[in-house]
């Protein structure tokens, strides 16, 4: 089985409490997706610490990465393939998915992007607790575009840390957004919306748990299984 939900922040777990319990049937083979923000990777000197819970959960974990990420640690793993994309193999039961790439999971599809704006950076310390790297960049889109034109610009799902443009207006329609205006990843993020040909998109990163239309999802809490 495949689930996905939103930011953990490292150590937001609570949720999964519950579910596991509902679902004593899950084992390594089934995989839980964090839409961004998974935080694990966050200070080498605390690494060992804050990873254990994700390894200690039933299933394996995989993360698109969002813009709370320790992304000199993220990027010192090494590069690996996995399923027909590019991957950091935190743990063997921690996979980072990398920006631009198509994997294949259970027979289904899935293009990952992550990275997003902080709105909060002023208040953090680049290096430390902010690093320039949470945006995406042209090399990364034009990967992605080649990735997905290999696969026919068609895949099953697409998972994201933020969202384009159609989904954004979703969100500002209903109220569920409190600051106004685009950032450089939205704009970015809306090249795949109409060239890519898709079942369901989800994302995380604004804090809520809502649908959005027919083919959209925004996810916070909530654990939703693909099928």
């Not at 198509?102 to 430390?128: L, N, Q």
């Not at 290999?150 to 697409?158: A, K, L, S």
């Amino acid at each position: 089985m495949i689930f996905v939900t939103g930011d953990t922040h490292r150590s937001d777990l609570g949720r999964f409490v519950a579910f596991c319990e509902g679902h004593p049937e899950l084992t390594k083979d089934d995989y839980m997706i964090v839409a961004g923000d998974f935080g694990g990777v966050w200070s080498a000197k605390t690494l060992e610490r804050d990873l254990q819970p994700f390894s200690a959960l039933p299933f394996t974990v995989a993360f698109v990465d969002g813009n709370h990420e320790n992304f000199d640690l993220l990027g010192g793993y090494p590069v690996s393939r996995w399923n027909g994309g590019k991957v950091h193999f935190i743990r063997p039961d921690i996979i980072h998915l990398m920006r631009g790439q198509v994997y294949t999971i259970e027979g289904r599809t899935f293009f990952a992007f992550g990275g997003a704006t902080s709105i909060d950076r002023a208040f953090r310390i680049e290096g430390e607790s902010w690093w320039r790297q949470e945006l995406p960049t042209f090399e990364e889109l034009d990967e992605g575009l080649n990735n997905l034109k290999r696969h026919n610009d068609h895949v099953d799902y697409i998972v994201t840390h933020s969202c384009g443009e159609r989904a954004y207006a979703h969100l500002a329609a209903r109220g569920l957004i409190g600051r106004k205006g685009l950032y450089p990843e939205n704009h970015l993020l809306s090249n795949f919306e109409d060239l890519v040909t898709f079942r369901h998109w989800y994302f995380g990163h604004y804090h809520v748990d809502a649908r959005l239309g027919e083919r959209y999802t925004a996810l916070s809490h909530e654990i939703v299984e693909v099928q």
